[in-house]
């Protein structure tokens, strides 16, 4: 693990990656249709093999980027992902159907539609003014995006492997929240947001890792999911800033939403009051006792009208 880093970090007037002169690393298969059509001029190294897909720093253009080459879809949980593609828009019947049985067509849509999402969701994002890594492209199954890097030009680390003060991991919490509601006001969850996740940048908290984000109006596991991501934002972050573990902003920002009332800019207090009212046994039985009587009622009619 990573060395904690100190919050907020120095400031540094050029932000240079050091090249690694004398090294050359082998191409990956997946990058190469990139380097012929001249998409990415070098492949400087791995960044990371995460779970579901490896990162290459590449340059491109002149400018340094990131690379993600999606792993196969055999080494992903197919059940697992069932849960996040609910609700989920695909282009037409027959590729829905296909998706659905599984077929080997059906696995390779279902390939796509996930690296899809990812690239998607990213655009979709940008423009909706949360802070994710600027796409540049989706090219042979290969996303292309800005690299998130810290004050030195180094690639940014994860919130879970930097040291924070109270005061910081609050503006931080605040700041994630505000990227969360602006989410939901698109109607996207991330569905996958922890501290692994989240890379803290040289200007702040940066969200990625998108291929899994669910549709919020279309998803039926969409609050839980809603609940998950904001949870694990907290406890991260609580552990710098007790206090925050007592706050509840997803169930908050729910409500809202569900009322078509939630807002980019919607002053959140943390509170959210649940309807504990403990119901009026005799006045439900009362109701029940009245449906009742009522279907009885037409039920005597409707046989009264059939026999005459
Ligand atoms: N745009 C980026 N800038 C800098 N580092 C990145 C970027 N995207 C991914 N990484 C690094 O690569 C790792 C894996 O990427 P991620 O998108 O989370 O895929 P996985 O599905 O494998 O978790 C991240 O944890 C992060 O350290
Ligand atoms: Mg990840």
């Not at 993600?68 to 593609?85: I, L, T, W």
């Not at 800005?146 to 680390?157: C, F, T």
């Not at 991991?169 to 939901?184: K, P, S, T, W």
Request: proline share 5%; aromatic share 6%; net charge negative.
């Amino acid at each position: 693990m990573r060395r904690p880093q100190e919050w907020p970090p120095k400031p540094c007037k050029v932000a240079v990656l050091p090249l690694q002169t004398g090294f050359l690393m082998r191409i990956p298969e997946a990058l190469k249709p990139l380097l012929d059509d001249g998409i990415i001029d070098e492949v400087r190294r791995q960044l990371k093999s995460g779970k579901e897909a490896s990162v290459y720093v590449v340059s491109s253009g002149g400018e340094i980027r990131c690379a993600k080459v999606y792993k196969d879809m055999g080494q992903r949980s197919f059940q697992q992902r069932a849960q996040y593609q609910e609700g989920r828009k695909v282009r037409g019947s027959r590729q829905a159907r296909a998706m659905a049985k599984s077929t080997r067509y059906g696995r390779k849509e279902q390939e796509e539609a996930w690296k899809n999402t990812e690239v998607d969701a990213l655009y979709q994002l940008v423009s909706a003014g949360v802070r994710v890594p600027k796409p540049f492209g989706f090219f042979s199954g290969v996303l292309l995006m800005e690299l998130v890097a810290d004050g030195e030009g180094n690639s940014a680390p994860r919130l879970g492997e930097v040291e924070l003060t109270p005061e910081v991991a609050r503006d931080f919490h605040r700041f994630l929240i505000g990227q969360v509601v602006r989410m939901l006001c698109v109607g996207l969850i991330h569905g996958d947001l922890s501290e692994f996740n989240v890379l803290v940048g040289a200007d702040g908290p940066v969200i990625i890792d998108l291929p899994q984000a669910v549709s919020a109006a279309g998803n039926n596991n969409a609050f839980a999911m809603l609940s998950r991501d904001v949870r694990n934002l907290t406890e991260t972050l609580g552990r710098f800033a007790p206090e925050l573990l007592a706050t509840d902003y997803a169930g908050e920002m729910w409500a809202l939403y569900e009322k078509g009332e939630l807002a980019p800019d919607s002053a959140l207090t943390g509170i959210c009051v649940k309807d504990e009212t403990v119901p009026d046994v005799g006045e439900v039985m009362h109701a029940i006792d009245e449906a009742r009587e009522e279907a009885i009622r037409r039920e005597l009619g409707r046989q009264a009208a059939e026999a005459s």
